[in-house]
């Protein structure tokens, strides 16, 4: 089941269109690395999805049901209440109440969602997001790295099955970068939330996401799993041989799967899955002569930098 | 929206600022009934009428004494500018007979106070003075009471108008709205909600100002001369109420077009605590003299409701409403003036706000 699906979303804010043609599709289970770089629509996209920006055209499907039968007359209150526990949202930045302390935060948005047991979910969100020794000290006084563990305790609160998260990173050091992105992972392999994350540091994404989406220009450019962006950045291949074209031919027998550019001065490059040393015994046993034969890692910043600047087709 | 309520009261009463403000209201509430309890009290009326007493003994020395050697020491000028002085103090006091002897006629004792002032200021006994002081510490009702000195000041207005505005733009200036996650619907529950937060606010407030207007002037010793009747006490609070919360609700609306506590704070010192409305008033009650119908504007401004609500308190089923309304009573023309205020910031709280994004 597709968790989010948008389709033709666009927001304009008078003449400025922010967005335009959206096209999203975030199935169940994913941790979605939403990738692109500022200004680019990534925080409209995702308040979008959350509700606190209404489109300009288009919609966003949410757990399979549209907008319209969300919002309509047959939607009950605590069907719509349900809906925003379904949903947990750091976006931005943490949004919290400066003067009340860490629990008191927890328990106003407690409140507000109805939930049963509140102050026993307050203390478990708490734990969970390792600030169980804060709760009574007024958010003011937190460290940067606090208020996004808050923030994100904030949004766990109503145990959501869908999590957006807007660069959680922000202001992180190494360590607490670390704490964040493992309990990430934890709470979507443990309670199968699904996880849309948007941020700048794209190591730090590549070590959790499974899917990512490129947008640019307020366009999606691009939809991709995990495996995809590995092979497109990790398995090329440099080779060159005494005879360039009869190699080629040969390698294009042998992995009909793999693709093949050739580059001036007789250089091909191979690209997709394949294992290197069956391809260097099959050089061999043709008869060719081996010039160069070398691995080519592409970083997957540059790979997501000429994504978000030029494009699918300039990659 | 039962659930917002909810959350937003948890954030009142765990936060400073309810309990910041409701402690200025209580302390300017005893501070009110302390001066009245000091102004009111024999030995600052005796004290009074002295130095009225010896302004007008100076003043008529010092005109007579400056008139006889103005020529020679200082001039025709300056003997002119003393007698001028005199007779202004001895005017002074004349006013004071001339309205104390309308006041007279009614039976007034500090109306007959000011006449013997004015009269023979050395007749007057303690006595005089307590019973002066008496009857300045009798209200005649206790919706009297409270209209006088807290509701025509326009201090529960601003008070209300103030943590409604600063409340609001929390949501705002520190984003917690956006932890509600809302599509339209709930936006409409969220403004909704926070419009009946305005509603328990005023009626809070109101209630804190009455309970301590009310026991702090028993303790200083004023009296009623009569109780209300039950029907004149719900006039009262409930138009008060309901005047309170159009003035809220306004403030509220200004934070939300605006998104800015700057704004609504302003909003609330400005036009809640019936500055604005009181230089509107006396705009339209000039104009009248060009065109007679701006006057008849100026009773249903809201801050003119506020004045009718301090001055008529006891008696405003009883008291005629302004033209066209004279057939009714005032009552119905604060209720149609805060009915309409209220309506409006709602009605645009709950349709074109809503299509804001949050």
């Known amino acids: 089941m597709n968790v989010i699906e948008t389709r033709g979303l666009a927001k304009a804010y008078g003449e400025r269109r922010v967005v335009s043609d959206f096209a999203m599709t975030v199935a169940a289970g994913d941790i979605y690395g939403f990738v692109g770089k500022n200004g680019a629509g990534k925080s409209t996209v995702m308040k979008m999805i959350c509700g606190a920006v209404t489109p300009t055209a288009g919609e966003v499907v949410l757990f399979g049901a549209a907008p319209e039968r969300r919002e309509g007359r047959g939607a009950t209150a605590s069907a719509a209440a349900d809906q925003v526990r379904r949903i947990g949202v750091l976006i931005e930045e943490p949004a919290l109440l400066p003067n009340l302390s860490a629990y008191d935060n927890l328990m106003a948005k407690a409140l507000a969602l109805g939930i049963a047991d509140g102050p026993a979910r307050c203390e478990e969100v708490l734990r969970l997001v390792g600030l169980q020794g804060a709760g009574k000290r007024k958010t003011k006084a937190f460290s940067l790295g606090m208020k996004q563990r808050l923030g994100l305790a904030l949004a766990l609160l109503g145990s959501p099955d869908l999590l957006l998260l807007d660069e959680p990173f922000n202001g992180l050091d190494p360590e607490a970068t670390r704490a964040m992105r493992n309990l990430i992972v934890h709470l979507a392999e443990t309670f199968g939330i699904t996880v849309v994350i948007s941020s700048h540091v794209l190591d730090q994404l590549d070590r959790m996401a499974t899917r990512y989406g490129v947008i640019a220009e307020g366009r999606m450019v691009r939809e991709m799993t995990a495996g995809e962006v590995a092979a497109e950045c990790g398995g090329s291949l440099r080779v060159r041989t005494a005879d360039s074209p009869r190699a080629l031919a040969v390698l294009e027998e042998a992995y009909p799967a793999a693709a093949f550019r050739a580059e001036p001065g007789g250089t091909i490059v191979m690209a997709g899955d394949f294992d290197t040393e069956a391809v260097a015994r099959t050089l061999s046993g043709a008869g060719q002569v081996v010039l160069e034969f070398s691995q080519d890692h592409r970083d997957i910043e540059d790979y997501f930098v000429a994504l978000m600047e030029g494009g699918a087709t300039h990659v | 929206m039962f659930n917002l309520l909810k959350s937003d009261l948890y954030r009142l009463v765990h936060g400073k600022m309810l309990w910041v403000v409701t402690a200025i209201v209580v302390a300017a509430c005893v501070l009110v009934v302390a001066m009245m309890h000091a102004v009111s009290s024999p030995e600052f009326l005796s004290m009074t009428a002295s130095a009225v007493d010896m302004t007008v003994t100076t003043c008529d020395d010092e005109g007579a004494r400056g008139a006889a050697s103005g020529d020679e020491a200082e001039g025709p000028a300056a003997a002119a500018a003393s007698v001028a002085a005199a007779a202004e103090a001895v005017d002074d006091v004349a006013e004071n007979a001339a309205e104390a002897e309308e006041g007279a006629a009614s039976g007034s004792a500090s109306a007959e106070l000011w006449a013997s002032v004015a009269e023979d200021p050395q007749a007057l006994s303690e006595a005089d003075f307590e019973g002066v002081s008496r009857e300045m510490r009798t209200f005649a009702t206790p919706a009297d009471m409270l209209g006088d000195s807290v509701v025509s000041g326009g201090m529960l207005t601003l008070i209300v108008a103030l943590v409604a505005a600063l409340f609001c733009a929390q949501d705002f200036t520190t984003r917690f709205a ?140 009883g008291t005629p409403a302004a033209a066209p309304l004279t057939m009714a009573p005032v009552a119905v023309q604060v209720l149609i003036v805060g009915v309409v205020w209220a309506a409006a910031c709602i009605a645009l709280a709950l349709t074109a706000l809503r299509q804001r994004d949050m």
């Open chain 2, 178 to 317: 956006r932890n509600l996650v809302m599509d339209r619907r709930g936006r409409v529950r969220y403004y909704g909600e926070k419009i009946v937060l305005v509603g328990v606010l005023a009626a809070f407030f109101l209630a804190v100002v009455s309970l301590t207007s009310v026991a702090s002037f028993a303790v200083a010793g004023f009296t009623y001369e009569a109780a209300n009747s039950l029907t004149d006490l719900l006039a009262f609070f409930g138009l008060t109420w309901l005047v309170i919360f159009a003035y809220g609700c306004s403030a509220a609306v200004i934070v939300w077009i605006s998104r800015s506590a700057g704004a609504g704070v302003a909003w609330a010192i400005v036009v809640c605590s019936g500055f604005l409305g009181a230089a509107v008033g006396q705009v339209l009650l000039s104009l009248a003299v060009i065109a007679p119908w701006f006057g008849a504007l100026e009773p249903w401004l809201l801050s003119s409701c506020v004045q009718d609500l301090g001055a008529f308190a006891g008696a405003l089923l």
